[in-house]
């Protein structure tokens, strides 16, 4: 790809974001019209009905599907390019079973009745706790396989953890939560979780977009980018902190969401010359879309049910993805 259409590439996953989120605003059970809603969001009165669906339930969610699915597209394209593996994920480190094992034992305990951030507090405290343990497992001089294993180890251990909550839990009206929880979902998220989120899905962004010409050097082997001058182990760091601090607030605020961070870089890789620098600008964005456009579909397939996002991107991406490794694999022969 050249330098002339990777920002063509970059214009054109902006606007399908745009695209997206307004569609993402138009939509719900409300039934305003376009031109009601946005009357009602850019000067709607307060206190109005309408105004509060635009501005207390759709621009939230909507928000949250770019924060979510940019944090969840670019953490995966940094994974796989640290470990040079198509198939690694943001999953693979154990943040998102942690995070998911905080909140369930939110659910659990009941702090999340009492107290309305708890859940997503418990989790991102989960997904610090595995940050924690994963860096002491895989120790400073750790490459990338002891990254993987040590990843594997906090995931099922978290898994689990959560499996033996749900097992004990009493209450059968709790384990339901639970399990509707460990879903995903971005309904009936206000801005309390959007403010939450952001700081963190921010610090995260940054770190890992800075780790681009880390990860270009990476694609020579690890010997070629240590003799070009990169810290192997500063960026094994700042990756792990970079995703964790993202995907633990994505987890937090939203639940399981699967295969974004699979998929999306799976399928833009080609597009910019499988280079890993340009992939994570890239992935960010058609993350944002991925997420969007899977929210947008949740309210038209199943208006009247709750459908959840994280199954959604499970039907759809699992067979996308088996299709892109079938195909890889003929061309390969």
């Not at 997206?20 to 019209?33: E, K, R």
């Not at 759709?58 to 040079?84: D, E, F, I, K």
């Not at 909550?165 to 059968?172: D, H, R, T, Y």
């Amino acid at each position: 790809m050249t330098a002339l259409r990777f920002p063509l590439l970059m214009a054109l996953l902006g606007a399908l974001v745009l695209v997206l989120f307004v569609l993402s605003m138009a939509f719900g059970p409300a039934g305003l019209t376009p031109g009601q809603s946005a009357a009602a969001l850019l000067g709607g009165e307060a206190g109005a009905a309408e105004t509060l669906v635009m501005r207390e339930i759709r621009l939230p969610r909507a928000s949250l599907a770019v924060l979510v699915g940019a944090t969840l597209g670019l953490s995966g394209a940094a994974l796989q390019g640290y470990l040079r593996n198509p198939l690694a994920e943001p999953g693979l480190i154990g943040v998102s079973g942690s995070a998911a094992l905080g909140a369930v034992l939110a659910l659990q305990t009941g702090l999340a009745a009492a107290f309305a951030l708890a859940l997503p507090l418990m989790a991102l405290g989960g997904a610090v706790l595995a940050v924690l343990v994963l860096l002491l497992l895989a120790g400073p001089g750790g490459g990338a396989f002891t990254l993987i294993l040590a990843g594997i180890a906090i995931s099922a251990l978290a898994g689990a953890l959560v499996s033996l909550v749900l097992n004990l839990s009493p209450n059968p009206f709790a384990a339901t939560e639970m399990v509707f929880w460990m879903m995903g979902s971005l309904a009936d998220r206000s801005f309390l979780h959007v403010w939450l989120a952001a700081p963190f899905v921010a610090l995260g962004g940054v770190m890992l977009l800075a780790l681009g010409r880390g990860l270009d050097a990476l694609t020579l082997g690890e010997d070629a980018a240590a003799a070009l001058g990169i810290g192997l182990a500063r960026l094994r760091l700042v990756l792990v902190l970079g995703v964790a601090a993202g995907v633990g607030a994505a987890t937090a605020v939203a639940g399981a969401i699967g295969f974004v961070g699979l998929v999306v870089p799976h399928l833009l890789r080609p597009l910019v010359g499988a280079q890993p620098s340009r992939l994570l600008w890239a992935s960010m964005l058609g993350g944002a879309a991925m997420v969007l456009a899977a929210d947008i579909a949740v309210r038209l397939i199943a208006p009247e049910r709750d459908l959840k996002l994280g199954v959604l991107t499970a039907i759809v991406g699992a067979p996308l993805f088996l299709h892109l490794i079938w195909r890889t694999r003929r061309e390969g022969l």
